[in-house]
């Protein structure tokens, strides 16, 4: 047990002081028909170096896509992790910390995430943002239920194309909230029809919630709903959840979104089967007070030094608990500070080169995709390094004989959208080489020859 | 005290750093893109100008070795669990082994998209079954659901579950939850976000559970009791079974918050005690570390009755041994996470069970519940402790012999970080007027204990003879204290460029 530093002397001397003679006695106040007689039903113990063994031997059942071709996106997307940004933020420093409480002893995690802060609404065009939460779906959950106290309306109008697992958050949190969700259909493009922010019933709309690129790939036009909003008088939220699209597109801070929320996994976080990813959560200045989770604040010491705290902690649990903003405590604060690194690392001109690059690779498969007999683009509408494709059969199966062949096909959407045929979501990031690329194509080519 | 005591607080060489924004030059480059190894295309037809951003305004530009310098020089300004005793109460800082992280970045994992056909993620799968049976059989509750992503959000899942439980039952007029006036404020504030209303129990004379304030509620309105075992004061909750049972005979449910489960493994299992829901911090009981504020993960395990209600998928085996997802949930209430939690923790706490194993796991709690206890006796002759009787995993003393001397629970706090330690937690719980929360955990050391019991007792000295010192405090850090009303007051929450005032 070499976590533990008790010797057995030592534990002698302790019990003396504390006047017990067993261990056992210091858990009397239990009821002893209670307190368990036999061992937990776990594994035995191993060394350290079993345990890696044993867990290499798990990593080595899976097929990560540095191994195995993928071309999975869907709100977690492959892209490459300079080594600095692992290094540092593995630092014990970083990551033996706690919650930031005491500020004289925790600046480098406060002024990692004040600079995190600046970096989103940089990208972001927003004024204001906080500190993290979860993940992508949670942030839009809290963006609905904050956009609901705002507004005080209970109407959302939300993109068919939000991603599924988004949607299904949003009415997680907001099931006992009287909220109603209205889904928003698509247009032949695969964007967003917004034919309904035109009609009476918007009226009384308290947002209209919007993901660019949604879950088709499609980028939407920000800018449009942006105007139509204002006409309605609603809030426009904005969901991204490939951040890297940030290095290239309007920000839609910039198009009048009043939220502009989602998951940052994409600046440097691993996709790490999941998790942990970055919500990140971004305001105007007007609901700063209503917004949810942790911000970092610059302020000084008592000689004139600038220093950074955690602030506007009244919005939340710990002080104004059932009245909280939010019920969020622990956050992702390392995943941000990961994210800091990632975007100094690349920087203002690395970042706008690696979403030209995703654009490219995606729009030279997907080009090829498109000269391939019985497969299509399912929608016209612009991409960034996502798009739907309309696939011969099942995707099922086609994925099947992908991963027959060494290579991890799309997602397949068809289940959740039967209304759009077989489609398979296919992403291309800087990750997957020409001769990937190349590959792939192949593949579908000879599947559709067998197809026919 | 020892007069010869060597504390490891001291003053060293401490280096400035701007921020990243102020060292920027232009054109400056850190970075290696993988090449553009497709066919010369037409930049201009890739995307509808209209689309196109400007450059991002104030992005920095750095240096390879800016970074690094940055990054490496904040983080010396950090205090960590690597760099000493962090006996922060309810946050449970022990160890954080690095095994763990050698595993959790093992490319198997951490380049496995989430989305892989399970029959290429059998390992991950694999990892995640195992693990929610381990924490079944801890917490001695039928299923668990690692989804997650910190305590809170397992305490709004649990909660969740218990609204659709009683919805099930068309008892929809259950909406009353009782919270103790000692307990987190997550509590509160996640039955809300679950359609809750909430009333808070007053603790009884010795700080636990009262059964006479208790009972005016056992009735048709009552949803669930929220109950943390041990209590935040760090004392078990003697009454449990029998307020398990009162609760449950009037037709509510009991949720235990489990931040304090380090107190309990392998002595006594939440489920036996009549806890129906429990939500578990691996991020403090099972060692994956805290990151500064996360990533955390908060599995919920529930009874047999519950379990229809988690959420969408369950991991299941089939009977080739094939690990899957099981989307066909009717009952259940939902997701809470885009995929399936926070994976990268989960393998830590993994890696951490089974480096323990059952023994280890028993021996954890046993420490941790020695190492409060001690600290409690050696501590209570200097500081005023609230309800002196045996403690579990920690111990809450508070600042009433010291504030004659007008020295606060804060001045306290700031003081311990010039003898080179972190402060306990301050102020928490409510009922504890000045409270600190020492929660010492099994990881440290008999001397550690006793550095730390010196220093506290040189300060409860300080505040006799030189209270300003105490006041005055902390003086070693790289910063004083600092100033909280003006940051909130004057609100600064990002990096203006100094030229343009009013961007």
């Not at chain 1, 995190?116 to 839009?140: F, H, K, R």
């Not at chain 1, 080009?367 to 011969?392: M, W, Y």
């Not at chain 2, 102020?22 to 209209?50: M, Q, T």
């Not at chain 2, 259950?174 to 404020?185: C, E, F, Q």
Request: hydrophobic share 40%; net charge negative; proline share 6%.
């Amino acid at each position: 047990m070499h976590y533990i530093p008790m010797t057995e002397e030592e534990r002698r001397q302790m019990l003396k002081t504390v006047g017990a003679t067993e261990i056992s006695e210091l858990f009397e106040d239990i009821p002893e028909s209670y307190r368990l007689k036999q061992l937990l039903k776990l594994p035995e113990p191993m060394s350290e170096w079993d345990v890696l063994c044993h867990l290499k031997k798990l990593a080595e059942k899976n097929e990560p896509f540095d191994k195995t071709p993928c071309f999975l996106g869907g709100g977690s997307y492959r892209h490459c992790i300079p080594s600095v940004v692992p290094a540092l933020i593995g630092r014990g420093e970083f990551v033996t910390a706690y919650t930031p409480y005491q500020p004289e002893i925790s600046q480098g995690t406060l002024q990692a995430l004040f600079e995190y802060q600046t970096m989103i609404t940089q990208l972001t065009g927003m004024p204001i943002a906080n500190a993290s939460l979860y993940d992508g779906a949670m942030a839009v959950a809290e963006a609905v239920l904050m956009a609901q106290r705002v507004a005080k309306k209970p109407k959302f109008a939300i993109s068919k194309a939000l991603t599924p697992g988004y949607r299904t958050t949003i009415e997680t949190y907001a099931r006992h909230q009287n909220v109603i969700l209205i889904d928003l259909p698509l247009n032949q493009d695969g964007s967003t029809d917004i034919a309904y922010l035109q009609s009476p019933d918007a009226n009384d709309l308290a947002a209209v919630v919007i993901q660019s690129p949604n879950y088709f790939g499609v980028i939407e036009d920000i800018e449009t709903i942006g105007l139509l909003k204002q006409n309605t008088g609603c809030l426009l939220i904005t969901v991204i959840n490939e951040m890297i699209s940030l290095g290239i597109l309007k920000p839609p801070g910039e198009l009048r979104a009043d939220i502009v929320c989602g998951d940052a996994q994409s600046l440097g976080l691993p996709v790490s089967y999941g998790g942990p990813y970055l919500g990140f959560f971004t305001v105007r200045e007007s609901a700063l007070r209503q917004m949810p989770g942790r911000v970092v604040g610059m302020t000084v010491d008592t000689e004139g030094r600038q220093g950074f705290v955690n602030t506007l902690s009244t919005r939340e649990q710990h002080i104004r608990r059932e009245k909280a903003t939010s019920n969020i405590c622990t956050n992702q604060a390392l995943c941000a500070i990961t994210a800091a690194a990632f975007m100094a690392t690349l920087g203002k001109q690395g970042l706008r080169e690696l979403a030209l690059l995703n654009v490219k690779k995606a729009a030279y498969l997907k080009s090829k995709i498109a000269s391939l007999d019985g497969f299509d683009i399912r929608f016209s509408g612009p991409t960034f390094n996502e798009f739907t494709v309309s696939v011969p059969g099942s995707v099922k199966k086609l994925n099947e004989y992908l991963l027959n062949n060494g290579v991890i096909g799309g997602i397949d959407a068809s289940d959740q959208f039967p209304e759009y045929g077989n489609i398979m979501l296919v992403c291309a990031t800087e990750t997957n080489t020409r001769e990937q690329l190349d590959q792939f194509v192949k593949l579908l080519a000879a599947y559709g020859r067998e197809c026919f | 005290m020892t007069a010869k005591t060597q504390f490891p607080g001291t003053s060293g060489l401490t280096l400035e750093e701007p921020l990243m924004f102020e060292k920027s030059i232009k054109d400056r480059k850190g970075y290696s893109l993988p090449d553009d190894d497709l066919p010369e295309l037409n930049n201009d037809s890739l995307l509808p100008a209209k689309y196109v951003r400007d450059e991002i305004s104030g992005m920095p530009e750095l240096s390879e070795l800016d970074v690094v310098r940055h990054f490496t020089r904040l983080s010396t300004w950090n205090y960590s669990i690597d760099h000493g005793f962090y006996p922060l109460g309810s946050c449970t800082m022990k160890y954080n082994p690095k095994i763990n992280e050698v595993t959790a970045g093992l490319c198997g994992f951490t380049h496995l998209h989430p989305l892989t056909p399970a029959s290429a993620a059998q390992g991950a799968l694999e990892i995640m079954y195992r693990l929610e049976k381990y924490l079944s059989e801890i917490s001695g509750l039928s299923a668990v659901t690692l989804q997650p992503s910190a305590g809170a959000q397992g305490e709004l899942t649990g909660m969740l579950m218990i609204k659709a439980f009683h919805q099930s039952r068309t008892d929809s007029n259950r909406n009353i939850v009782l919270i103790p006036d000692s307990a987190h404020g997550t509590n509160p504030a996640s039955s809300v976000i679950a359609g809750l209303t909430t009333r808070t129990l007053a603790s009884g004379p010795d700080g636990c559970l009262d059964i006479e304030a208790l009972t005016p509620h056992l009735n048709g309105n009552l949803a669930a009791l929220m109950m943390t075992n041990p209590n935040t004061l760090g004392i078990f909750e003697k009454k449990a079974v029998e307020i398990t049972k009162l609760v449950h005979d009037c037709g509510g449910l009991v949720y235990m918050d489990g931040a304090n489960l380090n107190a309990l493994m392998g002595i006594v299992k939440p489920g036996d005690l009549g806890v129906d829901v429990l939500h578990i911090n691996l991020h403090k009981t099972f060692a994956t570390p805290h990151g500064g504020g996360g990533p955390g993960s908060g599995p919920v395990a529930v009874t047999k009755t519950l379990e229809p209600f988690l959420p969408a998928p369950s991991i299941k085996i089939d009977p080739k041994g094939f690990y899957y997802f099981d989307w066909h949930r009717p009952l259940s209430i939902g997701k809470v996470h885009n995929f399936w939690g926070n994976f990268g923790v989960m393998i830590k706490a993994y890696t951490y069970i089974r480096s323990l194993g059952a023994e280890g796991i028993r021996k954890v709690s046993e420490a941790a519940v020695l190492n409060a206890n001690y600290m409690k006796e050696r501590l209570k002759p200097y500081f005023h402790i609230a309800y002196d009787k045996l403690c579990k995993h920690e111990c809450i003393f508070d600042d009433s012999f010291q504030h004659q001397h007008d020295v606060s629970t804060m001045d306290i706090a700031k003081r311990l970080m010039d003898y080179g330690f972190h402060p306990p937690t301050v102020y928490f719980p409510l009922i504890v007027k000045g409270a600190l929360m020492i929660e010492p955990t099994e990881s440290e050391s008999k001397d550690t204990l006793d550095q730390f019991i010196d220093a506290m007792i040189a300060i409860s000295e300080e505040a006799k003879t030189n209270p300003e010192r105490v006041k005055d405090s902390p003086t070693l850090p790289k910063l004083k204290r600092l100033d909280e009303t003006k940051a909130a007051r004057q609100t600064v929450l990002k990096w203006i460029p100094k030229s343009t005032p009013n961007a």
